[in-house]
């Protein structure tokens, strides 16, 4: 019985390798034992059931032993068999990779946000069957397809229901596509690209992405070209953004936003220190040899502080964009920050890069309060105060000198430029404040009236515009001083659409009335700048209403006290 069922096996396990059905079952029926018991020979069983000949007699030699019980029979047969199995498998898997190269990016590294943005403009990723569509970003800039008619309509965005219709292909689906996508056929590579989605676990939870590239070459120099192709498109999607990475759920550095660069001229600061922060910085980028060779840690920290509305943060974004670096921004208050936490996210910032700590006097302040909660809730019988407090105590578990460890200490990143903000100078612990850890400190003061006349010209001034053909013309003839200086004499000056019309002459009168009725150092730039946007078309009666304004915020408030001149620290360099 049990010859019989390992010989219906052989002759299954052979029709995948014989020709025709009919003969498949031919084999098959000529497999079984004669009437006579007789054991085919090798070269009738290597033809009946389509087994090499080399394992053929083997099995003979095994169902012609009479010693051996036929389930030890059907043992050593299953082994064969999947020995066989296992060894096909291994020399297709080597045969398959020596043609085919596999590539898996995941969604926390740069080169995954290089490939989606490389997708995003290929017909494949554009034409796939099986799509995910929503009305949100899907995470980075650039890397979806907008329905084509969703954007024709510039003024769009004044309707809440038009929000933009986007797709990418779906999770866990593959499609082909060739690169490169133009050129002979015989230069063209196949490639197979999938998104996989997986759950993570633990207390966060949350997904994880990655692309799996499956590419039909034997080279790696087509999986170089791939990213080279892909990294420049990136890097011309982004050209004119910074941006903006976060710590998330899983403690690792991820992009959460892209913002358009913020021309430096249209931050309105004292006189010098805009000059200040960029020589600074750009001298500190230049002299990475310099630190080195001489044993100084290749590091930089700069204190912004002052009154709120001042322009910290906008200047920051500014220098960012000039600078081309992305920004890195630490939450010291965020649940779950600890000291090792903290020491794990500074230590993964890339070399050339801003970390921007916002204020950074407020995490302490919440930490003090939050233990303070949380030692009188041990004597109250409520256990919603408890628990409350409990949740309190999660948000913020920095201590001071986790934090000063974290900036300067051994694992400390290199080639990072840090900016802190506060709006309570003297608050701050002076050994965070010293030199090694904030090397350059800021004071940002509420508005003078030279502030506030060239805001109202940033406001209303005509702005200068090229026309297309003129600056395409200057980015391929290499904008070389002859032709700069002929197509400035070309610029022609516009205003936004309803607004007064006023020449520069004009402008610059209107800007010193309004100066002149704003008094000095009692209203932050912030203030100023929404008075303004209620006036975005009218500069005429923004100056005729202004006096008024500053009645009634007088009125409706005390002054701001001003900063004593003793505790100013007007852009000290150490």
Not at 74 to 79: A, D, F, P, R, T
Request: glycine share 6%.
């Amino acid at each position: 019985m049990a010859d019989e069922l390992v010989q219906q096996v052989l002759a299954l396990l052979a029709q995948p390798t014989l020709v025709g059905s009919h003969s498949c079952a031919e084999d098959a029926s000529n497999a079984t034992l004669t009437a006579s018991g007789d054991i085919p020979s090798p070269t009738q069983g290597a033809l009946a059931t389509g087994l090499p000949t080399v394992l053929a007699p083997l099995l003979a030699l095994i169902m012609w032993l009479p010693a051996l019980p036929d389930w030890l029979k059907l043992l050593v047969v299953g082994g064969v068999v999947e020995a066989c199995r296992r060894t096909l498998f291994v020399l297709y898997r080597r045969a398959a990779s020596a043609f085919v190269i596999t590539v898996t990016l995941d969604d926390d590294s740069e080169c995954y946000n290089w490939m989606m943005v490389w997708l995003s403009k290929q017909p494949a990723w554009r034409t796939a069957r099986e799509l995910e569509i929503s009305t949100r970003q899907f995470g980075l800039r650039g890397n979806a397809t907008t329905v084509p008619g969703e954007q024709a309509d510039a003024n769009a965005f004044l309707d809440p229901q038009s929000r933009c219709l986007q797709y990418i292909p779906s999770a866990s689906t593959s499609f082909i596509l060739s690169y490169p996508a133009h050129g002979p056929w015989y230069s063209r590579r196949r490639i197979s690209v999938t998104r996989l989605q997986r759950s993570m676990g633990g207390y966060y939870g949350g997904t994880v992405e990655s692309l799996e590239l499956r590419i039909f070459a034997r080279s790696h120099a087509v999986l170089d070209r791939l990213l080279l192709e892909a990294k420049r498109a990136f890097l011309a999607e982004q050209n004119d953004h910074v941006s903006i990475f976060a710590a998330q759920n899983r403690d690792l550095w991820r992009r959460i936003a892209s913002r358009p660069k913020r021309a430096l001229d249209s931050i309105v600061l004292d006189p010098g220190i805009k000059d200040l922060l960029m020589n600074d910085a750009r001298e500190f980028l230049k002299s990475r040899d310099w630190y080195n060779d001489r044993g100084i840690p290749f590091r930089r920290g700069y204190l912004l502080y002052g009154a709120p509305g001042c322009g910290k943060t906008s200047i920051i974004h500014s220098l960012a964009g000039e600078l081309g670096l992305d920004v890195y921004m630490i939450s010291l208050s965020r649940a779950g920050m600890d000291d090792t936490t903290l020491n794990e996210l500074i230590g993964e910032l890339p070399e050339k890069c801003i970390a921007l700590m916002e204020d950074i006097d407020a995490a302490f302040v919440k930490s003090t309060a939050a233990r303070d909660a949380d030692d009188g809730a041990h004597d109250n019988v409520n256990s919603k105060t408890a628990g409350a407090s409990n949740q309190n105590t999660i948000a913020s578990r920095v201590s001071m000198s986790g934090l000063l460890n974290a900036l300067d200490g051994v694992g400390a990143q290199e080639g990072r430029i840090l900016f802190a903000t506060t709006n309570h100078y003297d608050a701050l612990d002076p050994a965070l404040c010293r030199p090694g850890r904030m090397d350059v400190h800021i004071e940002f003061r509420l508005a003078s009236q030279h502030q506030a006349c060239e805001l109202f010209k940033h406001f209303y001034a005509p702005r200068r515009k090229r026309t297309l053909d003129e600056a395409s013309e200057q980015s391929d003839s290499g904008s070389n001083s002859d032709s700069a200086s002929s197509s400035v004499s070309s610029l022609s000056f516009v205003q936004s659409e309803g607004s007064t019309r006023l020449t520069t002459e004009a402008t610059d009168s209107l800007a010193k009335r309004f100066a002149e009725s704003i008094p000095d150092r009692e209203y932050s730039m912030a203030s100023l700048q929404g008075y303004l946007m209620k006036y975005k078309n009218r500069p005429k009666a923004a100056v005729e209403d202004v006096v008024e304004w500053v009645e009634g915020q007088q009125a409706s408030s005390p002054r701001p006290a001003k900063l004593e001149s003793s505790t100013r620290v007007d852009a000290r360099t150490v």
